[in-house]
């Protein structure tokens, strides 16, 4: 199996500092502010979203195509809530929104299938501490 790499630079303090986020041919800035306030930049926590909504999206797509369908799309959107306990920050929650448009898939496969999905894509198993939410639509 393959291998990948990203990498982040953090210079300063917590508040003040400036961190740069790299992967592929991405490469963006973070900071405080973009993490856990509203300002320019990304954080952890998209990055999180992006990969499991990447990774649910492409599980999803296997288990249709393993019943002999083919997917005309499938297109996932990933909300990570982070929170506080006693350790301090954590993501606390992951919502999945997903809809799927596929001729001849059925809504009680569909369902089996996007539960599956949630269970069993590398990143699920890998965030299994967190809360998985899914709301998925077959249209």
Not at 62 to 78: D, F, N, Q, R, Y
Not at 88 to 116: M, N, R, S, W, Y
Request: net charge neutral.
């Amino acid at each position: 199996m393959a291998t990948r790499t990203a990498k982040a630079k953090w210079n300063g303090t917590l508040k003040e500092g400036k961190g740069v986020m790299t992967f592929s041919n991405y490469n963006g800035p973070y900071t405080f502010v973009s993490r856990f306030e509203n300002g320019a930049g990304t954080n952890p926590e998209e990055l999180v979203g992006a990969a499991q909504a990447g990774c649910y999206s492409m599980f999803l797509s296997a288990l249709i195509s393993a019943e002999k369908l083919v997917p005309e799309s499938i297109e996932t959107t990933a909300k990570v809530h982070l929170g506080n306990d006693d350790i301090g920050p954590v993501i606390t929650t992951i919502e999945l929104d997903c809809q799927v448009k596929c001729p001849g898939l059925t809504e009680a496969k569909f369902e089996e299938l996007a539960k599956a999905s949630k269970e069993k894509c590398p990143v699920s198993r890998l965030y299994q501490g967190a809360q998985i939410k899914l709301k998925a639509t077959l249209l």
